[in-house]
């Protein structure tokens, strides 16, 4: 085996231990379907106030990131992953995009847990419920009571949603205020 054989199978290596990663930790990289991302940003951006800071815990590859900044260009947004493959595709759709796009995006290689969450009004969260324990106390630590969590797919546990819907054919969504959780 030759150094780019080592190399190549090592930068897999690399590649599945993060999906493993983050597999463990909170859920495993699972695109959001495009009438789901046309959903929740059309029925999210009327409750976000102007300017606000939106993170996507678990962003994967950026579509709900890019599609926020995109359909509201008052708005800032930051996609957090921890998984390389779809990482280096948000890497790659944040340098082809507009300048215009580009200062408002941020893509960040980290864990969610490690991330700090305190500068953010709106946290978008697609995550199995077996880490709502850990997500529900980082939100409550780090976040102004008046922020808000969007969960795509289960509610959270024992907390009622401000706001609920569900695209036709797709998946849910539950909107919760920090001081309600």
Not at 27 to 56: F, M, N, Q, Y
Not at 162 to 169: D, S, V
């Amino acid at each position: 085996m030759n150094y780019l054989e080592i190399f190549f199978w090592l930068c897999i290596l690399v590649i599945l231990f993060s999906f493993v990663w983050a597999s463990r930790s909170a859920a495993p990289w699972l695109p959001t379907r495009k009438k789901d991302v046309e959903s929740l940003v059309r029925t999210l951006s009327p409750h976000v106030s102007h300017g606000a800071k939106i993170c996507d815990i678990g962003c994967g590859n950026g579509t709900i990131v890019f599609s926020l900044v995109r359909f509201r260009d008052d708005v800032y947004a930051t996609g957090v992953e921890i998984s390389l493959l779809p990482l280096f595709f948000a890497y790659i759709r944040w340098y082809c995009s507009p300048l215009r796009i580009r200062k408002r995006v941020k893509i960040i290689c980290n864990d969610l847990f490690k991330v700090s969450l305190h500068e953010f009004d709106v946290v978008v969260i697609f995550l199995l419920p077996k880490a709502y324990d850990r997500i529900r106390k980082k939100l409550k630590e780090e976040l102004n009571p008046d922020a808000q969590a969007v969960f795509e797919a289960w509610p959270l546990p024992n907390a009622t949603p401000e706001l609920t819907w569900k695209h036709p054919g797709g998946v849910s969504f539950f909107v919760y205020r920090i001081k309600n959780i």
